[in-house]
C-alpha cells in the first residue's frame, strides 16, 4: 500500500532537492524516501546511544558528528 501526502518546503530547500535530484539522476520522490529512511535508522541509532556522522573512509577519522536529528 501507497500513502501520498502534501508538503510545504521553503523555496531554498525546493531548489536543493531538485539539484540532488538532477544531479544523482532521479526524482524528488526518491530524494525525500531516502531523506526519511536515513532519518529513521538515526531516530533508531540514538535509541541505542548510537552517534550519526560523515566519517574518512581512508583514515576511519570522524569528519562531521550530525546532531539535531
Do not use: C, H, W
Amino acid at each position: 500500500m501507497s500513502v501520498r501526502f502534501n508538503l510545504v518546503l521553503s523555496d531554498d530547500l525546493n531548489r536543493e532537492i531538485d539539484k540532488a535530484a538532477e544531479e544523482s539522476e532521479t526524482n524528488k520522490s526518491e530524494i525525500l524516501r531516502k531523506a526519511l529512511q536515513l532519518y529513521l535508522v538515526a531516530r533508531e541509532g540514538k535509541r541505542e546511544k548510537l552517534k550519526l556522522g560523515l566519517v574518512d573512509p581512508q583514515t576511519g577519522q570522524l569528519k562531521t558528528e550530525i546532531v539535531g536529528l
